[in-house]
C-alpha cells in the first residue's frame, strides 16, 4: 500500500496562488493513479482534479479548470496541484488519493481510488 503527506495549505487573499504536495511513500507510486478531492463541513467530497499513472492524462472538475493544474513527478513520488485565481469559495480541506488502475474506473470519484491522505487547510479570504 501507499501512504500519502499532503503539504502547502495556508490562507491566501482571493486571487492568489497556493501549490499544495502529495508526497508517497510505500509501495512504488508509479502503479498509482492521482487525484486530489476538497471538503467542506457539511458538504459532500468534491472531485477536483485528476491526473493518470504516467502523467501524461489530466482533467478537472468545471469550477477549477482553468484556474488548478495537477502534475507529477513519479521519481519524487509527489503529485502537485498549482492553484492560481483563487476564490473563496474554494475554501475547503484538500486531500490527495491514490488509485490502483483498473478498467472500469474514471477516476472521477472518490470510489475509484484507494488510499487519502490527511488533507490540508486552504483558506482563502475575500
Known amino acids: 500500500q501507499v501512504q500519502l503527506v499532503e503539504s502547502g495549505g495556508g490562507l491566501v487573499q482571493a486571487g492568489g496562488s497556493l501549490r499544495l504536495s502529495c508526497a508517497a511513500s510505500?509501495?512504488?507510486?508509479?502503479?498509482?493513479?492521482m487525484g486530489w478531492f476538497r471538503q467542506t463541513p457539511g458538504k459532500e467530497r468534491e472531485f477536483v482534479a485528476h491526473?493518470?499513472?504516467?502523467?501524461?492524462?489530466?482533467y478537472y472538475a468545471d469550477s477549477v479548470k482553468g484556474r488548478f493544474t495537477i502534475s507529477r513527478d513519479n521519481a519524487k513520488k509527489t503529485v502537485y496541484l498549482q492553484m492560481n485565481s483563487l476564490k473563496p469559495e474554494d475554501t475547503a480541506v484538500y486531500s490527495c488519493?491514490?488509485?490502483?488502475?483498473?478498467?472500469?474506473?474514471?477516476?472521477?470519484?472518490?470510489?475509484?481510488?484507494?488510499?487519502w491522505g490527511q488533507g490540508t487547510q486552504v483558506t482563502v479570504s475575500s
Open positions: 491526473v493518470s499513472i504516467s502523467g501524461s492524462s489530466t
Open positions: 510505500g509501495r512504488s507510486f508509479s502503479v498509482y493513479a
Open positions: 488519493a491514490a488509485g490502483v488502475w483498473r478498467p472500469n474506473r474514471d477516476y472521477g470519484s472518490g470510489a475509484d481510488y484507494d488510499y
